[in-house]
């Protein structure tokens, strides 16, 4: 399944916010993640990824810094600032809400229209 441009783009910040929560990374790693974390729905590209690694940056929630691979090349790891420490706390907290709601409408009361696509 597609997952629509409007929810991948909703997602994204505390997507990689949480990952940052996980450790350092560097991007070719964080698309990997995402991939692992979503059983392959999401494909991300460098297109993507990087310009919002470059605006948590540039907002303080991200820090990054250069390292030398095993293979001799340099790449950028990034790491969570305590700023994007404190924002994926907010935004953990407000996707908890969101979850629970759609849960409740799809699961608990059920939709007539999702209720019926399941039969």
Known sequence: MQVGKDLV???ATPLV??????GESYGYAILQRIAE???GELQWSDGMLYPLLHRLERLG???SGWQIADTGRRRKLYRL???GQALLGEQSAQWEIVT???SRVWHDGGSPLVAGMGA
């Open 9 to 11: 783009a909703a997602t």
């Open 17 to 22: 916010l949480g990952i940052l929560a996980e």
């Open 37 to 39: 974390l979503s059983d």
């Open 61 to 63: 929630h991200v820090e």
């Open 81 to 83: 600032s305590p700023s």
């Open 100 to 102: 629970k709601a759609l």
